[in-house]
Structures are given as C-alpha cells and as structure tokens.
T-cell receptor, first 114, second 111 residues
Framework: AQTVTQSQPEMSVQEAETVTLSCTYD???????LFWYKQPPSRQMILVIR??????QNATENRFSVNFQKAAKSFSLKISDSQLGDAAMYFC???????????FGKGTRLHILP | DVKVTQSSRYLVKRTGEKVFLECVQD?????MFWYRQDPGLGLRLIYF???????EKGDIPEGYSVSREKKERFSLILESASTNQTSMYLC??????????FGPGTRLTVL
C-alpha cells in the first residue's frame, strides 16, 4: 500500500523568505500523481500544484515549485517570496493512475512571520 | 468555478443523536468523497461514491453510512453520534481520475 509522510508538523518562515516543505512517499508503482494542497485557516482546501511521475520536469506555479526526486521518492514544495497569505496547513498527497482516491500526508502547518 | 458546499460550518449534537451532513456540488462530478480531518492524523477517507447509489468504504467507515440519491448530493450519516466522532468533516468531488475540489468543512462537536 502507498504511504505519504510529512516529517515536519510545523514550520515558520520570515515574510519574503523562501521555505521548503518536505514530503516522502512509498510506492511500487512507476506512474502516479503527486499533489500539494493548501488549507488556509477556516477556508477551503485548494490544489496548489501537481506533478505527473512520468514527467521529469519539476512543476511550477508562480511562487510555488516542487523538487521531484523519483528515485528517492521525495516531493518537496518550495515557496519563494513567502507572503502572509501563504500561512496554512499544507498536505502532500498521492494518487495512483486509474484510481480516484487520494492518499494524504498528515500535513505541515506553515507560519509566516511578519 | 467549481463549487462544493456543505450544509453547516458548525454543528453541535448530543451523544446518540442521528446526524446528517450534506454536501452538494454543482459541476456534474461523478465522484464524491467524505473525509474526516483530525490534528496530527491528516485527512482520512470515510466513504467514496463514484456514481449515484454507488459507494465504497474508505479507511474509517465504522460508525458512518452514506447516501447518494442524486448526482450532485452526497450525505454522510452518523446513525448514533458518539463523542469520538467530534471532528472536522470535509466533502470533496471530482471527475473520474481528476483533481478533487473541497467544500469548506463542517466542524462537528458531539457532547
């Protein structure tokens, strides 16, 4: 069975700095999808970024980028120029190709220090 | 924009009560999901529905049931609420093999 591990329950970063959230996963599959979801306080969870495992190029969405290391089964999220609105719980998630269900990590709560 | 709505943001119930949590999506998605979110445990799947009247157990279905009579609506039912079901409940929907869109959540307290 696949598992997703986020080893940092909480992190803090100074506003305008860069922060990296870690995620590792375990799978025997060769093709799959990885996601980072953001859940701001008292607001809806939204998808930040997704990565297809067959693509070697790391996904990027504005200030958010990932470092996908397939062999190491690592999928970290880098947030550049951190803003107060980035404060949230971040979940790393895995989905097999051909499966509708997503496996979530336990989350990392990110604090932005003004 | 995809919209997933949940009937209540906050709900307080008593032990033994029957509780209904409703979720509605407006994007004609085939799939709908109910998750439970607890601190330190992340999101855990309770039930999943891939079509009207179709359902599949998730990781923690005990103490819960679901109903999907219409494509846009997915209900989570606590037949006899217990204090250990105090939690945040999240609903989500998606097209087949696609991104999930989440509702705002219902924070349920069982006294």
């Amino acid at each position: 069975a696949q598992t997703v591990t986020q080893s940092q329950p909480e992190m803090s970063v100074q506003e305008a700095e860069t922060v990296t959230l870690s995620c590792t996963y375990d799978t025997s599959e060769s093709d799959y999808y990885l996601f980072w979801y953001k859940q701001p306080p008292s607001r809806q969870m939204i998808l930040v970024i997704r990565q297809e495992a067959y693509k070697q190029q790391n996904a990027t969405e504005n200030r958010f980028s990932v470092n996908f290391q397939k062999a190491a089964k690592s999928f970290s999220l880098k947030i550049s120029d951190s803003q107060l609105g980035d404060a949230a719980m971040y979940f790393c998630a895995y989905r097999s190709v051909g499966d509708d269900k997503i496996i979530f990590g336990k989350g990392t709560r990110l604090h932005i220090l003004p | 924009d995809v919209k997933v709505t949940q009937s209540s943001r906050y709900l307080v119930k008593r032990t033994g009560e029957k509780v209904f949590l409703e979720c509605v999506q407006d994007m004609d998605h085939e799939n709908m999901f109910w998750y439970r979110q607890d601190p330190g445990l992340g999101l855990r799947l309770i039930y999943f529905s891939y079509d009207v009247k179709m359902k599949e157990k998730g990781d923690i279905p005990e103490g819960y049931s679901v109903s999907r009579e219409k494509k846009e609506r997915f209900s989570l039912i606590l037949e006899s609420a217990s204090t250990n079901q105090t939690s945040m409940y999240l609903c989500a929907s998606s097209l087949r093999f696609n991104e999930q869109f989440f509702g705002p959540g219902t924070r349920l307290t069982v006294l």
